[in-house]
């Protein structure tokens, strides 16, 4: 008997994958969907604290980094992030905004997967869960493109168009795997290291030590390293292993980018008095009694502005410091620059950095150009939103490119 056919099989039952999956269901292809996992979506559930900041009103191809900065504006403006705001509101999904754009469900991060399951069955999408696939192999048999051999009641199952959406290496603890990779691997299709993103810095002992008085302070600062266009104004959290936060996610996408540059990182950079000209600020001071910690208490939280100050042994009234000093604490001021030891890996990881190559890919369609029907999008194709919803429009974007062709 020969095994089952289908038009379109997808491999990953996220975000991509389901809006994939449904879109090229409702163009009328005979779509299977398989996911290793019994539960679908489980990234959504938990993002944006349950729930699921699922977009981002200003997004725009400079929110996004990439070997190729350009490849995700076709897919980004085929399918926008209006597109995607008009599919909740038809399924009357109430939603709010919060700061920089960041759009919210009022309720549960559960609707999202409810409606993209929903659009799945409009498409009469079939299911494979849970699902292991074992092996694929290439293959030309009256159209058919791909043989897949799995675990499941399904065994062996043959399609014409194969789309890979099985996600990245972030959050493991979710069910993240390298199946996507591996598959690229086979196809010999080109990789950009993968790297964990949007991810808590890690700081060395020795860096860490004299900042262990300041563990637990959470503060408003702009962030900054080389390469990276303009700065990120959000908040910073400092821990015990070292830096956290909204901040500090969003630089440290770009401080790992570094190293595909020139294989070397730099040091990041804090403004802890975002949108103040400090020296402005502190010249009426200078020849005071001021301290620099008793000012900085007006803007800073007062357990950090001590204990900062104590660190850098500014502790004198600003009278009785010298010019140097008191340009050097302008500076630092505007410009405290540590080096991070590393991240804190994927399991701290909103998202994973790299992934194949968008050379070997159509940016109009998702597809391989080497092999005609192979597609991969969202998490596994280099392309890394920022913080704030953007990684799920790409999600969104990519999957309903890939679902218009496959």
């Known amino acids: ?47 944006g604290g349950g729930r699921c900041n699922f977009t ?40 709010h905004e919060k700061t920089l754009g960041q759009l919210f469900c009022d309720d549960s ?8 399951r929903a ?60 199946f996507g990779y ?5 196809f010999k299709l080109p990789i950009i290291a993968p790297k964990p993103a949007l991810v808590p810095l890690a700081l060395a002992p020795e860096t860490l030590a004299p900042l262990e008085a ?7 600062v702009a962030t900054h390293c080389e390469d990276q266009p303009g700065e990120f104004r959000e908040g910073m959290l400092i821990t015990h292993r070292g830096l956290s936060g909204p901040a500090i996610l969003q630089i440290s996408s770009y401080w790992q980018m570094q190293e595909y540059a020139n294989n070397k990182k730099q040091p990041i950079s804090i403004d802890l008095l975002p949108g103040l000209d400090a020296a402005a600020w502190i010249a009426p001071h200078r020849h005071g009694k001021s301290t620099l910690n ?8 007062k357990r950090f502005a001590q204990e900062w100050c104590a660190l850098h ?46 050379n070997a890919l159509s940016s109009k369609t998702m597809e391989t150009k080497a092999i005609p029907g192979l597609y991969f999008i969202g998490e596994l194709v280099d392309v890394t939103g920022w913080l704030g919803g953007y990684n799920f429009q790409w999600a969104w974007s990519s999957g309903w490119v890939a679902g218009q062709y496959a």
Request: proline share 4%; hydrophobic share 45%.
């Open 119 to 178: 659009e799945c069955d409009l498409g009469k999408v079939q299911w494979a869960q849970p699902c292991n696939v074992q092996s694929i192999e290439q293959i030309d048999d009256d159209g058919l493109r791909f043989q897949l051999s799995t675990d499941s009641d399904r065994g062996t199952i043959r399609c014409q168009s194969l789309v890979i959406a099985s996600g990245g290496l972030a959050i493991p603890k979710l069910g993240a795997t390298p």
């Open 214 to 220: 300041l563990a637990g302070a959470s503060l408003n």
């Open 56 to 95: 981002n009103s200003k997004v725009g191809a400079e929110n996004f980094l990439s070997q190729n900065p350009h490849f995700a504006r076709s897919a980004l403006a085929r399918y926008s992030q209006f597109d995607f705001i008009k599919l909740v509101e038809r399924y009357q999904i109430a939603y």
């Open 313 to 358: 042994n500014w502790t004198k009234p600003l009278a009785e410091h010298s010019r140097r000093d008191v340009d050097t604490m302008i500076s630092t001021l505007k410009a405290w620059t540590l080096m991070p030891a590393g991240t804190l890996g994927y399991a701290k990881a909103e998202v994973t950095l790299g992934g194949v190559d968008t």
């Open 1 to 47: 008997m020969k095994p089952a056919a289908f038009d379109v099989i997808v491999i990953g039952a996220g975000a991509a994958g389901m809006m994939c999956a449904a879109q090229a269901g409702q163009r009328g292809r005979r779509v299977l969907l398989i996911d290793h996992a019994a539960k679908i979506g489980e990234r959504i559930r938990i993002s």
């Open 294 to 301: 008793s000012l900085l208490a007006e803007f800073l939280p």
């Open 109 to 116: 991060a559960r609707q999202i997967i409810d409606m993209l």
């Open 182 to 186: 591996k598959v690229a691997e086979q």
